[in-house]
């Protein structure tokens, strides 16, 4: 007998993936408020493939010690902000109450996602690049997605080191953002928002 959820990552894994994006880091809370720090992660790609929706995937929790060991994350949640806020926008704004999230691999910045997100407040339009149009209210892909970085408060910059691994780190203090040096050039990656 195959085990099933077996199987399935590793077909969810093999499959090429529907849409490119980008995932990042969020530090939320500090030690001078009522909230403790927290590290979430969000993912943004497009979808289907030729991009005729924004997908934004926000408030992934992952208790893991460094951003480089992402790869077998799951999380799931069955309401809205609880933890997980998922939305798609193409002109009007689409929540989903059920989101399940796995990153099936990891590679230096690069990380393979299995996205499910499901139960819709409305049915959206997607147009594939034959042409034709369909409604939905969900969606299942896989993703491959470009590490950007963690958004910081500046004042809290010290208490990212305190939460995940920060070697190979630069402060970019007029973005709020902590970005990966490129150590072939020592500079910046490229960031398209």
Known sequence: MTDCVGAC??????LPPSGTG??????????????PPTLTW???FSWPHDGSLDVHVEGIPANVPSWREMAGVAAE???VGEPISAWVYDGCHFEFEYARIRILRQI??????????????WGFAV???????????????????????????????GELAEITDTAG????AGA?????VDPGTDQFPIVVD
Do not use: K, M
């Not at 980008?22 to 909230?35: A, Q, V």
């Not at 393979?112 to 819709?120: G, I, K, T």
């Not at 780190?169 to 970019?172: G, H, K, M, S």
């Open 127 to 157: 147009t594939l690049p034959s042409g034709e149009t369909f409604e939905t209210d969900q969606i299942h892909t896989t993703v491959d997605a470009d590490f950007e970085g963690i958004s910081v408060p500046s004042a809290e910059s």
């Open 77 to 79: 949640c069955t309401e």
């Open 9 to 14: 990552n590793l077909y969810n894994d093999e």
């Open 169 to 172: 780190f630069v402060r970019d």
């Open 176 to 180: 709020g953002f902590y970005r990966i």
């Open 108 to 121: 230096g910045t690069w990380a393979r996602f299995s996205v499910v997100l499901a139960e819709c407040d």
């Open 22 to 35: 980008t995932w990042r880091g969020e530090l939320l809370g500090t030690r001078s408020s009522d909230t």
């Open 42 to 44: 969000s993912l943004r």
